[in-house]
């Protein structure tokens, strides 16, 4: 089974649409849509704003689904020039920026490492390179701030300036999938670069591009993790 992790309740919407045999659930006052997708088990859910919400839901999906692979979606906002918005990031490597215990540790004590199942990173730049989307692969930055004014950008730039993209639940979707030893990727769509002004597409319209976009590709990602699954029970026979 295959966890699908959505960061707005459009996306979760968009993919419902594109689930068969679809079951809602409701778990410690989180809701699932269990289904399929391409003949592949799914389970859905809408894990809320901020790490705390997605390592509750994430932690939650992990134990009570026996989930293979789990996929996260949603939105981040651009840190570099040469993004534009819509583009999709994929995570290899995830930090949670706001992590600092360097007053004891150092700066060693900056910011938690993860990194995404390097075959699941593979994946989505196949299934990107496919529909000829505009993606980038790299630095993802999490943290419990919205990321909006010039001091705050700068900082991020300077401490991480190869970083793509900043958001707020990778983090900890990352760090409750590798403490449990399930692999994860995480692919966001860009809604604004904070290089550039005026970029910033109406939030309608935003959601709604985003949305279809993102359950698009996530019916592709499934069918590739489906795809690769067989060929791996095939040569274990």
């Not at 997708?37 to 939650?60: F, Y």
């Not at 150092?106 to 990107?128: S, W």
């Not at 993606?135 to 991480?160: T, V, W």
Request: aromatic share 6%; with cysteine; proline share 1%.
């Amino acid at each position: 089974m295959i966890g699908i992790i959505a960061a707005m309740q459009a996306e979760v919407d968009a993919l419902r649409e594109e689930m068969e045999e679809v079951c809602e659930r409701s778990i410690d006052g989180i809701r699932f849509w269990e289904g399929t997708i391409a003949q592949r088990d799914c389970v859905l859910m809408l894990s809320g704003v901020g790490k705390g919400h997605a390592a509750i839901a994430t932690t939650l999906l992990i134990k009570n689904y026996d989930v293979e692979a789990v996929f996260n979606i949603g939105t981040a906002g651009g840190l570099q020039e040469m993004e534009q918005v819509l583009d999709l990031v994929i995570g290899d490597h995830i930090i949670q920026h706001d992590y600092d215990t360097s007053a004891l540790d150092g700066d060693e004590g900056i910011g938690l490492h993860f990194h995404a199942d390097e075959a699941l990173a593979t994946l989505c730049k196949n299934v990107c390179e496919q529909a000829k989307e505009r993606f980038h692969c790299g630095l993802m930055l999490s943290g419990d701030q919205f990321i909006s004014e010039p001091n705050q950008f700068q900082a991020l730039k300077k401490r991480y300036p190869d970083a793509l993209c900043a958001e707020m639940e990778s983090g900890a979707i990352a760090q409750v999938c590798t403490h449990f030893h399930i692999p994860f990727v995480i692919l966001r769509s860009l809604s604004d670069i904070a290089l550039q002004e005026g970029n910033q597409l109406d939030f309608n319209e935003y959601v709604h591009r985003a949305s279809k976009r993102s359950a698009r590709l996530c019916v592709e990602l499934v069918k590739k993790q489906r795809d690769r699954s067989r060929q791996n029970d095939k040569n274990r026979v």
